[in-house]
C-alpha cells in the first residue's frame, strides 16, 4: 500500500483511498479528467442537493460546478479509516462571480468515501450549504444571516 502523507504524518491506505486524497488536493476545473482515474463506472455520489449514479453523470454534474467557479481548492485536514471506509475532513476554498463580491468562500465538510481496488464506489458529502452559497447570495444570504442570528439568541 502507498503511504500519504497528511498534516506531515504517514497513513497506509487502500489505493483507492490514496487516490481519493491525491486528486481531491490537487483537483481544478482545468484537470477534471482524473476524477476518472478515481470513480468506478458504477459509483454512487450524494451531496446535499444532488443524488447521482454513475461515472458519466458524475462527470457532468462536476463540469458544470467547477465551470462557474473562478477558483476551488481542497484541502485534506484529517482522514479517519476503518478498513473498508474513510471519513474524509477537508477544508474548500473558492470563489464563484456571483457570490461573495466574487471574494473567496471558506467551506468545512467531510466525505463518507468506499472503495473496491482502486476505484472509488461511493461518495457522499456532508457539508453546510448555507456557509457554501445561500449566506453568500446577494438577496437571500442577508435573510439567512439574520435568521442565523436570530436563532442563536
Not at 47 to 53: A, L
Not at 60 to 69: A, G
Request: charged share 20%; net charge negative.
Amino acid at each position: 500500500m502507498m503511504q500519504e502523507m497528511i498534516n506531515n504524518q504517514q497513513f497506509d491506505y487502500p489505493q483507492w483511498l490514496n487516490q481519493f486524497i491525491s486528486v481531491y488536493e490537487q483537483l481544478n476545473k482545468n484537470n477534471l479528467e482524473l476524477l476518472e482515474t478515481l470513480y468506478h463506472q458504477d459509483v454512487h455520489f450524494q451531496d446535499p442537493v444532488h443524488q447521482i449514479s454513475g461515472l458519466n453523470h458524475l462527470m457532468t454534474y462536476c463540469n458544470f460546478m467547477y465551470s462557474n467557479t473562478s477558483h476551488c481548492k481542497f484541502c485534506i485536514d484529517e482522514v479517519i479509516f476503518d478498513g473498508v471506509q474513510a471519513g474524509v475532513y477537508w477544508t474548500m476554498k473558492y470563489r464563484h462571480p456571483k457570490l461573495n463580491q466574487g471574494n473567496t468562500i471558506t467551506v468545512e465538510g467531510h466525505t463518507q468515501v468506499k472503495g473496491e481496488r482502486e476505484r472509488v464506489t461511493y461518495h457522499r458529502d456532508y457539508l453546510d450549504m448555507g456557509a457554501m452559497v445561500y449566506e453568500h447570495a446577494p438577496v437571500l444570504g442577508r435573510l439567512v444571516r439574520w435568521l442565523k442570528h436570530r436563532l442563536a439568541q
